[in-house]
């Protein structure tokens, strides 16, 4: 996998974007970038994943450099539902291997 | 998507037995692999359940304490055996048709277990 990096944790108030950067400049040409989150005590959920455009889902947004060595997270607007660790992986050669990820915490 | 089920969702066992947990994925998937998630941590790896062959274990896991079994395409079994406190964990299987090719994996709600 390429190794990313995460910052630990962030805090966002609730009703704004959320914006989670993600640094993974090992990462190949034929790489997805994956998002995943972690509500506490449940498995984790995907969100989304690109592979060089801007992606939106109905969950979240996720913007990629056009170097493609960074991309970011967006949820439009935040929620205390929001509050969990969110995971970003670019595996390789068909595996996923999570990082720490950064724990996001929604405050009222 | 596909729905990933877990079988049992927790479980309590004495130190020096063994458990057996189950994933069912309601679709066909390519790839599932099993996870474990210590607590206050990510998760680590275990190996990638192969069908019809061995599975394949990261550095740390070996078949004899973690058998995985894989009949078909969706369904695998993990095995915990020989317990100890140590293995106290929470387990997941993921299932998903291959990460380089623009698809996503889901992954099942774990099994708690907690070895006393």
């Known amino acids: 996998d390429a190794k990313t990096t995460q910052p630990p944790s962030m805090d966002c108030a609730e009703g704004r974007a959320a914006n989670l950067p993600c640094n993974h400049s090992t990462i190949s040409g034929n790489e997805y970038v994956y998002w995943y989150r972690q509500i506490h005590s449940q498995g984790p959920q995907y969100i989304i994943h690109g592979l060089k455009n801007n992606e939106t889902n109905e969950m979240a947004s996720l913007i990629i450099t056009e170097d493609r060595k960074s991309s970011t997270l967006i949820l439009p607007h935040a929620t205390l539902r929001d509050t969990a660790v969110y995971y970003c992986?670019?595996?390789?050669?068909?595996?996923?291997?999570f990082g720490a990820g950064t724990r996001l915490t929604v405050k009222p | 998507s596909a729905v990933i089920s877990q079988k049992p969702s927790r479980d309590i066992c004495q130190r020096g037995t063994s458990l057996t947990i189950q994933c069912q994925v309601d679709s066909q998937v390519t790839m599932m692999f099993w996870y474990r998630q210590q607590p206050g941590q990510s998760l680590t790896l275990i190996a990638t359940?192969?069908?019809?062959?061995?599975?394949?274990?990261e550095s740390g896991f070996v078949i004899d304490k973690f058998p995985i079994s894989r009949p078909n395409l969706t369904f695998s079994t993990l095995t915990v055996s020989n317990m100890s406190p140590e293995d106290s964990s929470i387990y997941l299987c993921s299932g998903g048709r291959g990460w380089g090719m623009n698809t996503e994996a889901f992954f099942g709600q774990g099994t708690r277990l907690t070895v006393v």
């Open positions: 359940a192969n069908q019809g062959s061995e599975a394949t274990y």
């Open positions: 992986i670019a595996p390789h050669n068909n595996d996923m291997r």
